[in-house]
């Protein structure tokens, strides 16, 4: 796979600041001027790129009452079946363009995640600049077949994907020679618990599948995000609403405009303090050697006196000679007078 794509006008690669996508998903709760509104406040986030979801209820599932299409307890227990549910969250398809629109006219990538084929034509038809691949889809190799035919980056989350699920995953994207993947480490439980986030398989992906690996994410708070930034991630997706108590359907598991934009902070901050595995020091930190610890003249000395434990010490700050030879010192006389505080030097010693 390779190491570095463009999404839009920016690169991510391993040297690239981190990819920040603030996932809409069914926060817009079906208000277009939400949409507008939620697109705004990504770009005020500091985010790098939007994401929607394509689909409708009939394309992603059919309206069945058989216990298989229930959703059980948790989060959406309420919902009649998965229809019911994807009827209620999904993004209508006419939307879409206008909400790419918005966003790239404020500074912002927009893309999507289909849920079959007619949804990457209709991505491709208002030129989505990249693919993202949701865990529940990762078996979808049909769709995977076709996303990796246009060309375009693919971002596959791998939340619901045994290993020999990624490995076919990414082998079909090669046979349509498309290698421009990122794998996103993921754990399809909404929300998701802390104890589940395994995010030592995020460098681990990287080094098995040589690519560039990131973090979609559904804990609370921001620990997780910044713990993958660390860990190595150059991909963070996180759900996006403006406020949690205006509800939907993935309120309870998004981040609220202000603390995904102090997410953004954060990880920023991050980056710069990751820095690069170098032993060359900074300017500041060369000149923060003049105050560490050197030779000095502890108490006045004459002429012909002998260097002891008690005239001599290792002290801060710097200015005399190393502190390597202080054992060699000791013993030796003194070159002439000297005061208390005098940095002790070569031409000092007899």
Known sequence: MNKSFNIGNKMISENSSVYIIAEMSGNHNGDFNRALKIIDAVKESGADAVKLQTYTADTITIDCNK??????????????????LYKKA????????????????IGLDCFSSPFDKTAVDFMEKINMPAIKIASYEINDIP???????????????????????????????????????????CTSAYPSPYEDMNLRLIPNMKETFECITGLSDHSPGSEVALGAVALGAKIIEKHFTLKRSDGGVDSAFSMEAEEFKQMVFQIRNLEKALGKATYTLTEKQEAARGSSRSLYIVHDVKK??????????????????HTMY?????????????EKGTPLSWNMVR
């Open 90 to 105: 999904y993004t209508p398809w006419e939307w879409q363009k206008d909400l790419k629109e918005h966003a790239e006219k």
């Open 143 to 185: 769709l995977i077949r076709k996303a990796a035919k246009t060309k375009k980056p693919i971002i596959i989350s791998t939340g619901m994907a045994h290993l020999e699920d990624i490995e076919r995953a990414l082998k079909t994207c090669k046979e349509e020679n498309n290698e421009n993947v990122a794998l996103l480490k």
């Open 304 to 321: 012909g006196d002998i260097y002891t434990e008690e005239n001599v010490r290792s002290i801060r700050p710097g200015g005399g000679l």
């Open 67 to 84: 216990p298989a299409f229930s959703l059980g307890k948790g989060l959406w227990e309420n919902e009649k079946n998965l229809y019911s």
């Open 326 to 338: 202080y054992e060699e010192i000791l013993g030796k006389t003194a070159a002439s007078n000297y």
